[in-house]
């Protein structure tokens, strides 16, 4: 036989749990409407060129749709960019250290451009797509990666992959 003791213990115990259980599961209910956030590429412009160090820094411009009616943040986009096909490399956007409510809010239906600064460097694999971005000819880019969204609760890692 079990002591009243043990009795409220293991109660207290299921009941926490139970708790947790609850707390988790209503927490999840916002991921489908952060699922449905969109990212799309629409500008990329040189910001500067160092023709010495052989690099340019581009200012990288995703489009952030809200297409649910969750309000959410983002607090990073990882990708790679290309240029017409090619693999430039790694690109990233992060307002992690922003506290949740210092970050742009994407309300219901809106839409806000986020802009990201990335570093090309000249090499051998890439050379004639740094000549064509840095002396402004025409070049389609694209990028893939992973965008985190955030609300108060939850967040969701989406994967994407845009093109202009």
């Known amino acids: 036989m079990i002591s009243q003791g043990k009795g409220i213990l293991y109660a207290a115990i299921a009941g926490l749990l139970a708790m947790l259980g609850g707390i988790t599961w209503y927490a999840s209910l916002d991921n489908p409407q952060l699922a449905m956030a969109q990212i799309q590429i629409t500008d990329v412009n040189v910001q500067s060129v160092n023709n010495i160090e052989g690099n340019a820094k581009l200012e990288v411009n995703f489009l952030?749709?809200?297409?649910?009616?969750?309000?959410?943040?983002?607090?990073?986009?990882?990708?790679?960019?290309?240029?017409?096909?090619?693999?430039?490399?790694?690109?990233?956007?992060?307002?992690?250290?922003?506290?949740?409510?210092?970050?742009?809010?994407?309300?219901?239906?809106?839409?806000?451009?986020?802009?990201?600064t990335f570093k090309l460097t000249n090499t051998e694999g890439i050379s004639d797509e740094f000549n064509a971005i840095i002396n402004k000819q025409p070049t389609k880019f694209s990028a893939k990666g992973m965008m985190v969204v955030e609300s108060a609760l939850s967040l969701v890692e989406k994967e994407f992959e845009t093109s202009q």
Do not use: C, H, M, W
Request: glycine share 10%; net charge negative.
């Open 64 to 116: 952030i749709r809200n297409a649910g009616e969750k309000t959410f943040t983002v607090s990073s986009i990882e990708y790679e960019l290309f240029a017409d096909g090619k693999s430039l490399g790694r690109g990233q956007y992060s307002a992690e250290d922003i506290p949740l409510t210092g970050r742009a809010a994407f309300y219901p239906k809106a839409q806000v451009e986020l802009p990201s």
